[in-house]
């Protein structure tokens, strides 16, 4: 069945322009929350302290009151973002781009506008993407530009032959093996307010969607990347990209997660790949100058 005919399409493509604006104040308890569920010994942050990258996921949280959520978690369709009527939605990457450093205790703007709304048909079927732009400033200007990609398809026919998986092209530099269990995908849902129940609800991801085991967030991945740079090296990034390329699972046999890198010059790949050594998520950085 296509639950994307012309009109439908038209009527979503009619959201592109839209905008929203926000504001937070980037307080330190979510700082401190998420440098404990990283497993990092970081010192007390302290106003005035630079955020780090990807950070910034931590505030201007989505607030749908409990009678606004849908059977996924997530907040019912429409608002915002358009009203897709395909009923699977994931982070499918994003750019990002930083002009100056956000700051702890400031307060901050972020002005979101909806770029594009792209129909595509995929290996699985039907797909939707949708473009985000977030432009973050604070008393100092712009400080961060970031484009979110998002990604809508249909229910996966949980029968049909998996694509073949892709393996890492080069050898880390850098490597950090972690354990993505059920308490670290919690934690993190709970740090970014994040109630889609493909992360935390086991019965309803294995027997509603489909899947075998636990979703692993896009951004969590993400953010153990720019996390794995910050360990070995203490120079800014000004540029980040990421591609979700294959999704991971928690399962009951703890399965490890490997987040790579490979420093050249001024520039940095990393990716991170799953138990099997397949490439789950890829992604590049550029160092401030």
């Known amino acids: 069945m296509n639950l994307l005919d012309a009109d439908t399409l038209a009527h979503l493509q009619s959201w592109q322009g839209q905008t929203e604006t926000r504001h937070d104040h980037l307080g330190l308890s979510p ?11 970081d010192g007390e942050p302290l106003h005035g302290d630079a955020l780090p990258p990807l950070w910034h996921w931590l505030y201007f949280l989505p ?39 956000m ?10 506008s909806i770029e594009k709304v792209q129909h595509k048909t995929g290996r699985s ?17 712009l400080c961060l530009e970031e484009t979110h990609d998002i990604v809508y398809r249909a229910t996966a026919d949980t029968n049909a032959t998996p694509a073949p998986g892709v393996k890492p092209t080069l050898a880390p530099v850098w490597q950090r093996d972690i354990m993505p269990d059920d308490v670290l995908l919690f934690r993190y849902s709970a740090l970014t307010f994040n109630s889609h129940r493909i992360h935390y609800d086991r ?43 294959k999704p991971v699972f928690e399962c ?8 790579c890198a490979q420093p050249d010059g001024e520039q940095v790949h990393a990716w991170v790949q799953d138990h099997t050594g397949d490439v789950c998520m890829q992604a590049n950085a550029r160092w401030a100058s």
């Open 63 to 101: 607030v749908a009151k409990q009678s606004e959520i849908g059977p996924d978690g997530h907040p019912k369709r429409g608002g915002f973002l358009p009203p897709v009527p395909l009923p699977r939605r994931m982070w499918a990457g994003g750019r990002l781009h930083w002009h100056q450093p």
């Open 103 to 112: 700051r702890l205790g400031d307060d901050v703007q972020r002005v979101s």
């Open 203 to 245: 019965r309803y991801v294995t027997q509603v969607e489909g899947y075998p085991g636990l979703i692993v967030h896009g951004p969590l991945m993400a953010t153990l990347l720019v996390d794995l740079l910050r360990r070995h090296s203490h120079r800014a990034v000004q540029l980040f990209e990421f591609k979700a390329v």
């Open 252 to 259: 009951a046999d703890q399965r490890a997660l490997s987040v």
């Open 31 to 41: 700082v401190r929350a998420m440098s404990a569920t990283l497993d990092r010994d």
């Open 125 to 141: 079927g039907e797909l939707l993407f949708v473009q985000v732009l977030h432009r973050f400033s604070n008393a100092q200007g």
